[in-house]
């Protein structure tokens, strides 16, 4: 069965910083990669995905992800953090031979004025 | 507006007591699904359904029950609460051929 791995639970960054939050994943064959970003008392929300083609992958609010299939990793990355960045990031991966969806525990960025 | 939704927000049951939580959505979507959040464990997938009369169980299914009658809704039963079942749950819903959700709000569960 596939699964996620986010191996910090606080990534604390400064404003104007880099910000990157690590993902880690286990499939069966080629994966289906996401990362959804929780703010406090709301539902997920979807930021960018991994299907096929280029590694690099563009999302919502200026947020990137590198898929790296020798590593197994999919790091969400964003060049300048915002304090409104602040928030709860999920990683997930769904196999292509089934329809079901895998999350990581999630990592709490937070981000310092 | 395009959402979906879950009702209620908020429940506090007793163990053994039989309850539905509804979810909804507007957006025609063919795939719908259940988790629950909770602290240290992320999200869990209970159940799925691809599309309608079409559902399967997720990683953790155990004590719940889903049903699709409807395109649009996805409820999810409890037949006997128990207290491990306190949590945080949400719907959502994604086009076929499509592969990112669409989450509803989260309905907070809390069982005595």
């Known amino acids: 069965a596939q699964s996620v791995a986010q191996p910090e639970d606080q990534v604390n960054v400064a404003e104007g910083n880099p910000l990157t939050v690590k993902c880690t994943y286990s499939?069966?064959?080629?994966?289906?990669l996401f990362w959804y970003v929780q703010y406090p008392n709301r539902g997920l929300q979807f930021l960018l995905k991994?299907?096929?083609?280029?590694?690099l992958v563009k999302g919502s609010y200026g947020f990137e992800a590198e898929f790296n299939k020798s590593q197994t990793s999919f790091h969400l990355k964003k060049p300048s953090a915002l304090v409104s960045d602040s928030a709860l990031y999920f990683c997930?991966?769904?196999?292509?031979?089934?329809?079901?969806?895998?999350f990581g525990k999630g990592n709490q960025v937070v981000v310092i004025p | 507006e395009a959402q979906v939704t879950q009702n209620p927000r908020y429940l506090i049951t007793v163990t053994g007591k039989k309850l539905t939580v509804t979810c909804s959505q507007n957006?025609?979507?063919?795939?719908m699904s259940w988790y629950r959040q909770d602290p240290g464990l992320g999200l869990r997938q209970i159940y799925y359904?691809?599309?309608?009369?079409?559902?399967d169980k997720g990683d953790v299914p155990e004590g719940y029950k889903v049903s699709r009658k409807e395109k649009r809704n996805f409820p999810l039963i409890l037949e006997s609460p128990s207290p491990n079942q306190t949590s945080l749950y949400f719907c959502?819903?994604?086009?076929?051929?499509?592969?990112?959700?669409?989450f509803g709000p989260g309905t907070r569960l809390t069982v005595t």
């Open positions: 959502a819903s994604s086009p076929a051929g499509s592969y990112e959700q669409y």
């Open positions: 499939v069966s064959g080629n994966p289906y």
């Open positions: 991994y299907i096929t083609g280029d590694n």
């Open positions: 997930a991966v769904r196999e292509r031979i089934n329809n079901r969806l895998a």
């Open positions: 957006m025609n979507h063919e795939y």
């Open positions: 359904s691809m599309n309608v009369e079409v559902t």
